[in-house]
């Protein structure tokens, strides 16, 4: 599994941004699939996580009914449409896989480099 995540960027208070993580590995669809996010000088914090299948999502109370992840196992790739943006949802933005289906951080083994999400007010 090598995670390369995309698509951040910096938006105005109430717009939206879709990131995207590609795995380049062969062993995608097995894996649950997770984003995370660290704003500055803050702990990293769980923000969705979709399982191996797609059936089963997850979303950290501060995004729910703003945030959608979704997965294409054909594509590899897991994405994080994010509407409604807010100035707190600034932050950096990894995406993780593991085969332990969680919202701990520690239970996922491999990790993407981060990309930049910036909400202006």
Do not use: H
């Not at 979709?50 to 992840?69: C, E, L, M, P, Q």
């Not at 993780?96 to 007010?121: E, F, I, K």
Request: hydrophobic share 35%.
């Amino acid at each position: 599994v090598q995670l390369q995540a995309s698509g951040g960027g910096l938006v105005q208070a109430g717009g939206s941004l879709r990131l995207s993580c590609a795995d380049s590995g062969r062993e995608f669809s097995s894996y649950t699939m997770a984003w995370f996010r660290q704003a500055p000088g803050k702990e990293r914090e769980f923000v969705s996580a979709i399982s191996w299948s797609g059936v089963n999502t997850f979303y950290a109370d501060s995004v729910k009914g703003r945030f959608t992840i979704s997965r294409d196992n054909a594509k590899n790739t897991v994405y994080l449409q994010m509407n409604s943006l807010k100035p707190e949802d600034t932050a950096v933005y990894y995406c993780a896989a593991t085969l332990t289906p969680s919202t701990r951080g520690d239970l996922y083994d491999y990790w993407g480099q981060g990309t930049l999400v910036t909400v202006s007010s």
